[in-house]
T-cell receptor
Framework: GAGVSQSPSNKVTEKGKDVELRCDPI?????LYWYRQSLGQGLEFLIY????????KSGLPSDRFSAERTGGSVSTLTIQRTQQEDSAVYLC?????????????FGPGTRLTVL | RKEVEQDPGPFNVPEGATVAFNCTYS??????FFWYRQDCRKEPKLLMS???SGNEDGRFTAQLNRASQYISLLIRDSKLSDSATYLC????????FGAGTRLTVKP
């Protein structure tokens, strides 16, 4: 079946512009995660959605970052007034019910470059 | 202190070598443990879960030490195709990833 998809695959933007990154999780998965991975670095947790519960936003690095998940499916990560340090690969993952033992399935990521 | 810490490496080993990675975690209430593998410029994928009793999958052995709060991954008879970054993942209410240990297996 279809895996996690993300769009766009690559995004180049100018400093100060806003960007929106999209994630389509695996159908039926109630949990959705956003991570950021800078070149040669590990995954940095950003935000976690589980069903209808309030999202865990503890990883968002600043108030320029926000995310929403409409209808419990598709999620959009928005970065306002982008900065060069926002350049990274943004990975989305979904899991069946977000339990601590759940396997996370990752999308291919969006490579964001801020000039 | 980071929630999940790993030796960043890199580990450069010859084919056939045995290599071990360790990972420590800070939350003693953590319930689940995994190793993920990430190939260069690819997304992470689950390699194996780590069970309290330890578990083995072919050339890969994972162990958990709750008292010392660390997890290990042992790769025996390493292959060129094992070259990747290995990510330690620890779950409580959600899952947190370590920064990864990079492995290069050379001919």
């Amino acid at each position: 079946g279809a895996g996690v998809s993300q769009s766009p695959s690559n995004k180049v933007t100018e400093k100060g512009k806003d960007v929106e990154l999209r994630c389509d999780p695996i159908s039926g998965h109630t949990a959705l995660y956003w991570y950021r991975q800078s070149l040669g670095q590990g995954l940095e947790f950003l935000i976690y959605f589980q069903g209808n519960s309030a999202p865990d936003k503890s990883g968002l690095p600043s108030d320029r970052f926000s995310a929403e998940r409409t209808g419990g499916s598709v999620s959009t990560l928005t970065i306002q007034r982008t900065q060069q340090e926002d350049s990274a690969v943004y990975l989305c993952a979904s899991s069946l019910d977000g339990g601590a033992r759940d396997t996370q399935y990752f999308g291919p990521g969006t490579r964001l470059t801020v000039l | 202190r980071k929630e999940v810490e790993q030796d960043p490496g890199p580990f450069n080993v010859p084919e056939g070598a045995t290599v071990a990675f360790n990972c420590t975690y800070s939350n003693s209430a953590s319930q689940s443990f995994f190793w993920y593998r990430q190939d260069c410029r690819k997304e992470p994928k689950l390699l194996m879960s780590v069970y309290s009793s330890g578990n083995e999958d072919g050339r890969f052995t994972a162990q958990l030490n709750r008292a010392s709060q660390y997890i290990s991954l042992l790769i025996r008879d390493s292959k060129l195709s094992d070259s990747a970054t290995y990510l330690c993942v620890v779950g409580h209410n959600d899952m947190r990833f370590g920064a990864g240990t990079r492995l290069t297996v050379k001919p």
